[in-house]
């Protein structure tokens, strides 16, 4: 089944405490993303990479790092997490993010909700 | 503005037609989507327009799209409490991903 699969899918933790949010998607696709979810301030783009090894910042990347050494992995890194970094985080994927054969579809993940005390 | 606009809350009873409306900043952008975000759930792209398009129809769905105005709407019709969910307007403008409104969560009452 073609998927983007999250984990951890909650988390509480406290400042400071190193964590990494795990994506994977089984679609070769050559396009992923991190997303956080606020209420009242939607969807709003971490950081986000068009390929292996090719990592741009969004629109809040602030407190986050990502890496991309392999396509079907795209781990989101807190080094230090605050408490305004509890949200729900989406990943997603898509097949390219521009050119012949796109449609724009992006599949997402099922979300992580992590709450930082 | 530089940000994709919808408005938050839509609350409309079982049967009836929903209008969620966008409007979007850029008129060179050439795809424009509608997500469907069910509780607890991821988002899961439910239709797209492409900017050459005035209208596409996907069975009770119907999705408007107005460039001089940059305004895109999505009608449901006969809406459904399965329809009961947050729907998300989003533009692809050129060289950057994908840019999402704020979401309109819609409310079916039976």
């Known amino acids: 089944e073609a998927q983007v699969t999250q984990n951890p899918r909650y988390l509480i933790t406290v400042t400071g405490k190193k964590l990494t949010v795990t994506c994977s998607q089984n679609m070769n696709h050559e396009y992923m993303s991190w997303y956080r979810q606020d209420p009242g301030l939607g969807l709003r783009q971490i950081y986000y990479?068009?390929?292996?090894?090719?990592?741009d910042k969004g629109d809040v990347p602030e407190g986050y790092k990502v890496s991309r050494k392999e396509k079907r992995n795209f781990p989101l890194i807190l080094e230090s997490p605050s408490p305004n970094q509890t949200s729900l985080y989406f990943c997603?994927?898509?097949?390219?993010?521009?050119?012949?054969?796109?449609?724009?579809?992006?599949?997402f993940g099922e979300g992580s909700r992590l709450t930082v005390l | 503005g530089e940000d994709v606009e919808q408005s938050l809350f839509l609350s409309v009873r079982e049967g009836d037609s929903s209008v969620i409306n966008c409007t979007y900043t850029d008129s060179s952008s050439t795809y424009l989507y509608w997500y469907k975000q069910e509780p607890g759930a991821g988002l899961q792209l439910l239709t797209y327009i492409f900017s050459n398009m005035d209208m596409k129809q996907d069975q009770r769905l119907t999705v408007l799209l107005n460039k001089k105005d940059k305004h895109l709407s999505l009608r449901i019709a006969d809406t459904q409490t399965g329809d009961s969910a947050i729907y998300f307007c989003a533009e692809k403008r050129r060289n950057t991903p994908l840019v999402f409104g704020k979401g309109t969560r819609l409310s079916v009452i039976a």
């Open positions: 997603a994927s898509s097949f390219r993010s521009s050119g012949q054969g796109y449609t724009g579809e992006l599949f």
């Open positions: 990479s068009m390929n292996v090894e090719v990592t």
